[in-house]
T-cell receptor, first 113, second 114 residues
Framework: DSGVTQTPKHLITATGQRVTLRCSPR?????VYWYQQSLDQGLQFLIQ???????AKGNILERFSAQQFPDLHSELNLSSLELGDSALYFC????????????FGQGTRLTVV | AQSVAQPEDQVNVAEGNPLTVKCTYS??????LFWYVQYPNRGLQFLLK??????LVKGSYGFEAEFNKSQTSFHLKKPSALVSDSALYFC????????????FGTGTKLQVIP
């Protein structure tokens, strides 16, 4: 158990809908990362937050947004969903330094139908 | 821009034999390098990292990796493979300093044959 909790584990929704994925980081970790894993694109970094502030941005679509709350949990919002958004979404946390490793949650499997 | 290449989609090795999973990287400045392992239906687990110092890094489950600056490589190795090592392995790179994104390779599936 990595200590990172993601909910829900599975999500099935229709195209055009909006969903929210939730992540609770390991106790003491200030950084939260979001990744998308799909068969055709591999593991893609989406965004990183550190202590509530956005720190780095990757290949995150404009339809997607995220935030980190004062209690350090994070949410990833996906809107106007398309079939191609179906993927595993991982949250990871770390202490925050560039040299620190990340601890991954078990992921949320999103299926858009 | 930074990048990571894992040239082999799959590596097959017999149980008890040494294994190598290859990784090369491209980054401006000094790299921080990581190896992660992913078992089916699970998140990634950290194995080891190179930050600075000794080029040979030892990690979890008997794995080690060698940082080679001239060849920009960070190959993952294990002297004797176990069937339980069968999984998906990811190499990742991050530029040192500041808040830099992490770039992952495409992953290498390791199959250890009994």
């Amino acid at each position: 158990d990595s200590g990172v909790t993601q909910t829900p584990k599975h999500l099935i929704t229709a195209t055009g809908q909006r969903v929210t994925l939730r992540c609770s980081p390991r106790s003491g970790d200030l950084s939260v990362y979001w990744y998308q894993q799909s068969l055709d694109q591999g593991l893609q970094f989406l965004i990183q937050y550190y202590n509530g502030e956005e720190r780095a941005k990757g290949n995150i679509l404009e339809r997607f947004s995220a935030q980190q709350f004062p209690d350090l949990h994070s949410e990833l919002n996906l809107s106007s969903l398309e079939l191609g958004d179906s993927a595993l979404y991982f949250c990871a946390s770390s202490q925050g330094g560039a040299d620190t490793e990340a601890f991954f949650g078990q992921g949320t499997r999103l299926t858009v139908v | 821009a930074q990048s990571v290449a894992q040239p082999e989609d799959q590596v097959n090795v017999a149980e008890g034999n040494p294994l190598t999973v290859k990784c090369t990287y491209s980054v401006s400045g000094n790299p921080y390098l990581f190896w992660y392992v992913q078992y089916p239906n699970r998140g990634l687990q950290f194995l080891l990292k190179y930050i600075t110092g000794d080029n040979l890094v030892k990690g979890s489950y008997g794995f080690e990796a060698e940082f080679n600056k001239s060849q920009t490589s960070f190959h993952l190795k294990k002297p004797s493979a176990l069937v339980s090592d069968s999984a998906l392995y990811f190499c990742a790179v991050r530029r040192s300093g500041g808040y830099q994104k992490v770039t992952f390779g495409t992953g290498t599936k390791l199959q250890v044959i009994p």
